[in-house]
Structures are given as structure tokens and as C-alpha cells.
């Protein structure tokens, strides 16, 4: 099983769509967890760190299941300026290290 | 805050070159950089982790002889591809953290290596 697996899609939704992307993590022990978004051919960044009891950011929900080692995230009325590849990061246990998943791509389509 | 340069942002070189990239933290002092490389169409792969004042810890498969480490200051850390082939051709990408920051990592933007 690899350690951070995501749909790489793509997912292609018009605007003012709600989609949602869904992680899953192999480590148990894994404390952190985030969202990170990339642009073609640019660096990650941070969209939104993922707490247990789920947290939210304007448009973007971010949902985390211990027990079933879930991560989820929710964008709600998509814009066109969305279009990006999503990644799930999680933390390698005991450590600052980050595993990266492949990531989501998402294009939001006028 | 939390930003973090890399320079240079892209490079062309000859097979057999070697070549150095700088990763600088301008606002905060990184305890910790993170180097990074992504091959087109995949996930970013750690490849060494690098504490400030001491010596990297490289990933396995990575080669410490190759891919040279020095994490002098609390704001500068370089990474030198020595004897660079076609087959190093990525995107390098650094990151730092410090205790400020938590488990949070800033991200430069990257430097394209091309080798030809």
C-alpha cells in the first residue's frame, strides 16, 4: 500500500460546482495532515493544515478520519481559478518529514 | 511572512557540470530545510533532510556524494548536483520549517535543472 494514495483524476467540474477529493494513509501514527495545492510547473502551497475534528477555510473543507486514516476535502462553489493539482500530505511519524501524494487534478470549467 | 527563495529559478548545463542551487528562508530562521525533486507527472520525493550546523540526512536511493548538502546558517541552505547527466533533469524544490512554524513547510519556488 503506498503511504499517501489519491485519485489523480482528473476532475473536470464547472463553475459554481462542488467536488470533493478524498486520501487515504497508510502510517496510523501520522500526526499531521495537509492540503497543499500546485500550479503546472510551480512550487506547493499550503491550502489548509487538516485537524481532527475537521476544519474549514472560506470555500474549502478539510475532513480527517483517524480510525479509517481518511482525508478528505471539499471545494464548494468551484471558480475557474481552482484549477490546480491538489496534494495530501501527511507526516511521516516522529518526524518533520512530509510525504507527498501524487495528487488531484482539477480543472473547473466555464 | 514565511517566504522562502530559491535561486537560481532555472539552469541549462553540459553533461558532467556541476551545479548549485540556493535555498534561502527571507523572514524566519529555518531550523530545518527539506530538499525536494519532482519528476513530470509525479509526486515530489524528499531526498534529504538538513539541520542547521549539522550534516544532511539523505533519503534511501539517494546519493550523498552526488547531491552535495550544506546547511551553514540558520537562512541558507545549497544544493550542489556534482557531475550532473540527463538523468538529473528535474524540478528541484526546497523547503524550511522552523519552531515558529511547527510541522508546517514553506516552499521555494523551485529551480528547473536542465541537463543536456
Redesign the interface.
Known sequence: RKEVEQDPGPFNVPEGATVAFNCTYSNSAS??F?WYRQDC??????LM?VYSSGNEDGRFTAQLNRASQYISLLIRDSKLSDSATY?CVV?RAGS????????TKLSVIP | GAVVSQHPSRVICKSGTSVKIECRSLDFQATTMFWYRQFPKKSLMLMATSNEGSKATYEQGVEKDKFLINHASLTLSTLTVTSAHPEDSSFYICSARSIHTGDTQYFGPGTRLTVL
Not at chain 1, 510547473?41 to 499550503?46: G, H, M, V
Open positions: 500526526q499531521s495537509f510547473r510551480k512550487e506547493p502551497k499550503l493544515s496534494l507526516n518533520y518529514q512530509l510525504t507527498f501524494g501524487k495528487g
